[in-house]
């Protein structure tokens, strides 16, 4: 199948790829295209305009600090995953990036854009979520941040407003003690996860957070439950469905054995 016609706009400044999606209410940003193409392709989205921001410079950046890391809009999957910056401040980040997709997926799909494009399947939304960390985008009124628990409205959909461009994320570095892990069951290598689960342990306080069981990336806080009961608590938040991949009851049986494998990981790993 073929998309349906759209325009295509590729501004070589932030302010001008503002004003095109303001000026189209339409209108929709294109960055690695590894999820908007097939969907175009597939004509399950018809926007009447791309606007590409690959010509902006600047977005590309990836930086890490004590503070944490933060990632520019066009920085691809597979630069994120290849920064020892970014595993030594963060390690959950490239843990989860691991697990996205193929490399040659993870060469051009962005993280940022896999953030903005909400799909509960996916790694880095939880990842993001479970770490409290934030977008940082423009609009025409100017910037502000998102927190990660703000952003996530239903499926496949964050609360940025259509002519508003996410400029980066932030992941918080892993404070001192404090231990991570990640880890999913996907059919074959590269595939969506089945279920995954993603684990941030830091003295008493123990969090999960989840994906492909609920219709948003959904962190439990675990703290204080019972090691043989961390699996059924979780399910508690959770909503696992059937769909052609696999049961309900299976992907309970997941959440069960992923959320106690994480949870030790996460343990032995503190630092
Ligand atoms: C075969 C295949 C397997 C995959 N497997 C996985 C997987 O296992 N796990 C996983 O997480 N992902 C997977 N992906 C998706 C991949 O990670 C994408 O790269 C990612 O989801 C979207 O990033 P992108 O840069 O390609 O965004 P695009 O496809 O360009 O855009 C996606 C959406 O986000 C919006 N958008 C993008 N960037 C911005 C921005 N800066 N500001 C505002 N809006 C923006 C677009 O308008 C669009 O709606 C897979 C993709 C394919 C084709």
Redesign the pocket.
Known sequence: MKPAPFAYRRPGSLADAVAALAGDAGA???????????LLSMRL?APSMLVD?NAIPGLDTITADDIGVTVG?LAR?ADVLASDDVRRVQPLVPMALS????AT??N???T???L??A?A????PVVLTLLGGSLEVVGPSGSRTVPAHELYVGPLECC?HHD????SAFFPALAPGAGVAFDEI?RRH????LVGAAALVDGDSVKVGYLSVADVPTVVDLSGVPDDRLGDVALEHLDPADDVHATADYRAQLVRVLTARVVRSAREGTR
């Open positions: 929709k940003v294109l960055a690695g295209g590894q999820s908007l193409v097939p989205a921001i809009a999957h697990r996205v997709a193929h997926i993870r051009r799909g962005t940022v854009g896999s903005v494009h799909d399947a996916a790694e880095m940025l508003e461009i996410a400029v996907a590269g595939d969506y996860a």
